[in-house]
């Protein structure tokens, strides 16, 4: 799955468990439709494992954590479940760690889907899915939002009383007739060990952290560095319908052409292959994509090959859109310079956003921007800069599939 994607359950009792090269805390929180907890009973984790309908089973630290989920079970007035995760070392991040949520049916195992947050850095932990109640059926949705304050920031923000134990009570003095009051009962927490709960964080309202890098249109053009993310948002709303994908590149050596070719990689919520529009197929997904047509040398300023979104018209089952580069008479990104991609406004022909390749490798292609739509129904814009041994479009499809 990709970030926003969905699928319909096919069982009643499925189960979400979190792996990653490190251990993780697993939990799950029943919502209703305003997107709270009833009570702190409706937090589902290591202290307090079975709720209505949803069960915690730990892995042990042999196997992952995970949360499973009787829909059936779940009671009257609950619309969704979320699953969250959080690193178990503390103050870990989610940065090199790549955590991967598989969705099971319960009762036989088998894999429904699974889903791996991309971009992660320095979030404590994640809402990595939900599983929802739409129109009286059963869904699950790839989320990955993520959160810099931990587990415990997650909870206060769906509504469980999270408190910090009551500080110690200062020594009385020697003189005094009245013995100091007897301090209040540590109250729940999310700590693994209930005697020995570390402080939780402040309860001010939790910053949710996005993503590594990630920022939006509020302050006009951007330029992105490598692994950066941009939302396609201005004043928290999407501004955009039509956009153009530039992309541009020169000799490296005076006076020798350079033949590379621009193509857009369409993907399913399950990172599966719709179609890709190049030069041999201008068109695709009834005209939501069009390409600009083939560039045989790479002489000149100004995009030098460009594709033609219109992100309103893009069916609902495409979730991802990968741009990339290839050089189909094998010469190899060492010979290419400036090369770039950038992001138009279609309607006003304004910059949005840019990426220029500051470093090559002696292949033949590269991926060189991701869009992806997210649960939300916005668009982010990423900058991928891999390198990949690929001479056509066709080349790019798996491993620009493993990069959603």
């Known amino acids: 799955m990709t970030p926003g994607s969905n699928i319909p359950l096919s069982a009643a009792r499925v189960t979400v ?26 937090f589902i984790f290591y202290n307090q494992p079975t709720g209505q309908g949803v069960t915690y089973r730990s892995g042990g630290g042999t196997a992952p954590d995970a949360i499973t989920v009787d829909t059936a ?26 955590p991967t949520a598989t969705i099971r049916n319960a009762d036989d195992n088998s894999v429904l889907a699974t889903f791996t947050p991309p971009q992660l850095g320095a979030e404590t932990a994640l809402v990595i899915v939900e599983v929802y109640l739409r129109n009286g059926a059963w869904k699950a949705r790839a989320v990955g939002q993520g959160y810099a304050n ?17 500080p110690a009570a200062a020594p009385a003095p020697a003189q005094a007739a009245t013995p100091p009051p007897a301090a209040p009962a540590a109250p729940r927490s999310v700590a693994r060990t209930t005697p020995a709960a570390p402080p ?20 006009g053009r951007v330029s992105l560095q490598k692994n950066q993310t941009v939302s396609l948002v201005k004043g928290g709303r999407p501004v955009l319908s039509q956009v153009k994908m530039g992309l541009g590149w020169e000799p490296a050596y005076r006076g020798k052409d350079i033949d590379l070719d621009a193509s857009v990689i369409a993907y399913g919520p399950q990172r599966n292959h719709i179609d890709s529009c190049y030069f041999g197929k201008l068109s695709i997904l009834n005209g939501a ?13 100004g995009d ?20 990339t580069v290839n050089s189909f008479s094998g010469q190899k990104f060492t010979e290419v310079a400036k090369a770039y991609c950038r992001l138009i406004d279609a309607a006003t022909g304004e910059e949005l956003v840019r990426f220029d390749l500051t470093s090559a490798e002696a292949q033949t292609g590269v991926m060189m921007a991701k869009l992806i739509r997210q649960y939300s129904g916005e668009w982010d814009m990423t900058a991928m800069g891999n390198f990949v041994k690929s001479r056509t479009v066709r080349g790019m499809v798996k491993p620009s599939a493993q990069a959603l």
Do not use: C, W
Request: net charge negative.
């Open 17 to 42: 468990d979190v792996a990653a090269p490190v251990r993780l805390d697993v939990s799950g929180l029943l919502l209703t439709a305003d997107g709270k907890v009833r009570s702190d009973d409706d």
């Open 73 to 98: 079970a779940v009671p009257a007035g609950i619309e969704k479940i979320v699953v969250t995760a959080s690193p178990d070392a503390a103050g870990q991040s989610f940065q090199g760690v790549e």
């Open 150 to 166: 931990g587990l415990a920031g997650i909870a206060t923000d769906f509504g469980v009383t999270v408190e910090e134990p009551a």
């Open 200 to 219: 939780a964080p402040p309860a001010a309202p939790p910053a949710p952290a996005p993503g590594a890098g990630k920022i939006n249109l509020d302050k």
């Open 289 to 301: 994509v069009k390409h600009s047509g083939d560039n045989l040398t790479g002489e000149g300023g």
């Open 304 to 323: 030098d090959e460009v594709i033609v979104v219109d992100l309103g018209r893009l069916p609902q089952e495409v979730s991802g859109l990968v741009f």
